[in-house]
């Protein structure tokens, strides 16, 4: 594995990185205290390539991984623009078609998905499931030649500017009678689907949703993949959710030390020599530097075992990475907040709104506690403790 990247990925990260700053915070924080997505970006990523850059070529993609769509967020985030929605569109929704879906469903959906178009949600989590997959209580059951799904969600992002939301539900096993995971690509303007926010006190354009499923009815192909093939076709779009989230967890950190690191050389209080020259001040920025260069170090051995193929190795570097990265950027916001002093608390800096935005990482899409006893049990080999 060579994380000396080739020509083409820093060319990629350049571009992606001058297109976000372009835009840059201050776009992001406004449209983000209006609650307002960040339309413009998107669909200008889309049109250049970069939302897109890890689908087939053959489906209006760039024929490219996971390695180079977490450059595309990593860079956005780092200019203070992230979009949340490229963890969730291309990266779990259009990688599971790309790998599952049938040719007639990539020819529907990935070519939107690519050019920033269409865009699709991802509805897995249920305020009764929590982290425990096995108790979701969506179902799906056969009306003739159609699904009928039942069901509710919570904390799904970015429903209102979506098409399709990809909903993981739970149809019964004819043969053991048991109830498996099955994904269904539902419209957002079906009858009995419906929306309502859910207000949140993070300074984020993403608004946050819950859906309710009421004997919503799908066609046959509205099913993606293989019924049978339960768990490990979610995983194919957890992995790549994992990795993704990472990536926006360094380009957040990236972005507050780089804040930071300006203000310290700049600002003067003692003795004519910027604040920069203490140590005290140094060294913790030192530190988050080296802390967010192993984060990335590991979110990039994850995309690149997930590109190879490798998905057992790429699920504990993907964990470890999501792991990894959150600390990090929770440590670079809070210690550029401390660099920059009452500063930090105004809104001119663009900090002290990253503290909960930060914070979210530690929490989703998967959270710090369950990261450990993954690796506790699928790394070290200890008995499983719930």
Request: glycine letters at 12%; aromatic letters at 6%; hydrophobic letters at 45%.
């Amino acid at each position: 594995m060579n994380f000396t990247e080739t020509e083409e990925q820093r060319d990629l990260r350049a571009a992606v990185a001058q297109l976000g700053g372009r835009y840059g915070f201050g776009y992001a924080n406004e449209r983000a205290r209006r609650r307002e997505p960040l339309r413009e970006l998107w669909l200008e990523a889309g049109k250049l390539g970069f939302i897109g850059v890890n689908l087939p070529v053959e489906y209006g993609g760039g024929g490219c991984g996971m390695y180079e769509l977490s450059i595309v967020q990593e860079e956005l985030s780092a200019a203070g623009c992230g979009l949340l929605l490229l963890v969730v569109s291309p990266a779990i929704c259009g990688t599971v078609i790309a790998r599952f879906g049938t040719p007639e469903q990539k020819q529907r959906w990935l070519p939107g998905i690519a050019d920033g178009s269409a865009i699709m949600a991802f509805g897995i989590t249920e305020s009764e499931a929590g982290s425990n997959a096995h108790r979701i209580s969506t179902t799906a059951r056969r009306d003739g030649g159609d699904w009928l799904l039942n069901g509710s969600k919570v904390f799904i992002s970015g429903v209102d500017q979506a098409d399709h939301v990809l909903i993981v539900s739970r149809t019964e096993d004819t043969r053991t009678g048991r109830l498996k995971p099955v994904l269904f690509a539902v419209p957002t303007d079906a009858p009995g689907f419906t929306h309502r926010p859910i207000e949140m006190d993070v300074v984020m354009p993403e608004r946050q949703f819950g859906l309710f499923l009421d004997d919503v009815r799908l066609p046959a192909e509205a099913l993606i993949g293989e019924e049978d093939a339960a768990l490990g076709q979610l995983f194919a779009g957890l992995n790549p959710e994992r990795i993704m989230a990472s990536a926006l967890a360094v380009g957040m950190g990236r972005f507050a030390l780089g804040r930071a690191v300006d203000y310290a050389k700049q600002r003067s209080v003692f003795g004519g020599v910027p604040i920069a020259t203490y140590q005290g001040l140094a060294h913790p920025l030192a530190q988050i530097k080296i802390e967010l260069e192993l984060a990335r170090l590991m979110m990039q051995k994850a995309a690149g075992l997930y590109d190879s193929g490798d998905d057992m190795g790429a699920a504990e570097a993907a964990n470890m990475a999501k792991y990894a990265a959150a600390e990090a950027s929770i440590r670079a916001v809070d210690q550029a907040l401390q660099t920059l002093g009452g500063n930090g608390l105004a809104t001119e800096y663009g900090l002290a709104s990253l503290l909960a935005a930060a914070r979210v990482a530690r929490i989703a899409p998967v959270s710090r506690e369950m990261v450990l006893n993954f690796v506790a049990q699928s790394s070290l080999g200890m008995p499983k403790s719930y």
